[in-house]
């Protein structure tokens, strides 16, 4: 199926594996001036071979990646042949700054008019066997914002992003997100690879509760029949109201919240952000706000049909949300703990893709 466009819309839609990697292509191709990106994984071919290829016809391609969250192993194997590969190709790479716990964001800039926010990372298995999402934009202030952005991370400087539309990780996802699952009246259809930070959660169940229909599509965070790193919080949501599940025909990788369709006030976001206090709070992300009729009407068809398909038993774990620790070195030193612990039990790392 192809992109979604609208009339006169500044936004267009990508559903994957459905939409492929044609949009994302064509824009490359199309680079004149520049192309910066923001990245947590890379080395698709084709991708690659267009930055590539930009880069020979002398567009300014600029890559800034994760490095510091990679264990060595990943660093080694996942990470550096790809950037080898492109900084031997002429083009500039560079480790995203240490100050974040993770950079998750997933974002170009093209030409300085041109920006794609994605859900999905740049390497082969997000275009054929993820769900997932992306928004290109040609609205002016969120291409100029993602680009000051990407240059104040490029430089290790700090950033204030203010634009509405835009949700950002550390600055504002936690309230922007809170406040979109708040002013819901009817209905929030919602993905998310990972299901664990109590705060979004609770504004999932008082929705709930104040009789919106609240319908949560999540990962299954391990190995068939081994633990699933979602269950406390599938188990929380639906003790609590909320029609919660877990997924497998594809991997639920993308991160949607789809807010009263039909409505007047209708609105759907997109971005990298998890439910995770880690997520929300120290790592670089970046999400988007919509409101296009034709985008909203096709996440929604996408989002029953994946509804539609066979759910994955989750073992019940009523252990109770764990608040977000109050500073960074605390979540730090949690996050740690939980993928060793789930590294032990699964004798292999945890199934999150980031």
Not at 183 to 191: C, R, S, V, W
Not at 223 to 230: P, S
Not at 254 to 260: E, G, N, P, S, V
Request: net charge neutral.
């Amino acid at each position: 199926m192809a992109s979604t466009r609208t009339l006169a819309s500044t936004h267009t839609l990508i559903v994957e594996p459905d939409d492929g990697r044609a949009l994302v292509l064509q824009i490359l191709n199309a680079a004149k001036t520049s192309i910066d990106l923001t990245i947590y994984e890379i080395g698709d071919a084709q991708i690659m071979a267009a930055l590539e290829a930009a880069q020979k016809r002398n567009v300014v391609v600029r890559v800034l990646y994760n490095w510091h969250s990679f264990t060595p192993r990943m660093q080694q194997t996942d990470i550096t042949p790809a950037i080898t590969q492109l900084t031997n190709a002429g083009i500039q790479c560079r480790q995203a700054p240490a100050a974040f716990e993770v950079t998750h964001e997933k974002a170009f800039v093209v030409d300085g008019a041109t920006a794609i926010v994605m859900s999905f990372n740049l390497t082969q298995d997000y275009f054929g066997s993820t769900r997932d999402f992306g928004i290109v934009t040609t609205v002016p202030a969120e291409v100029a914002e993602i680009e000051a952005v990407f240059q104040a991370d490029w430089n290790n400087q700090p950033a204030t992003p203010k634009v509405n539309s835009l949700v950002w990780s550390p600055v504002n996802s936690r309230t922007k997100l809170t406040a979109l699952i708040n002013a819901a009246t009817k209905t929030l259809d919602i993905y998310c690879e990972e299901v664990d930070d109590p705060g979004t959660l609770g504004a999932m169940v008082a929705a709930a509760k104040r009789g919106v229909k609240v319908r949560f599509i999540a990962a299954v965070l391990a190995a068939e029949g081994k633990v699933n790193g979602n269950a406390r919080g599938i188990t929380y949501l639906t003790g609590n109201g909320v029609s919660a599940v877990c997924k497998s025909f594809l991997y639920v990788h993308a991160k949607m919240i789809l807010a009263d369709l039909g409505q007047s006030a209708a609105q759907a976001y997109i971005g990298s952000e998890n439910f995770s206090c880690v997520s929300l709070g120290d790592n670089r992300e970046c999400g988007i706000l919509v409101s296009e009729p034709a985008i909203l009407q096709r996440l929604e068809s996408t989002f029953t049909a994946d509804w539609k398909q066979p759910s994955v038993a989750v073992t019940p774990d009523n252990t109770g949300l764990t608040a977000c620790p109050g500073n960074r070195a605390a979540r730090t030193a949690v996050r740690t703990a939980v993928r060793a612990f789930q590294a032990r039990k699964l004798q292999h790392p945890p199934q999150t893709r980031g």
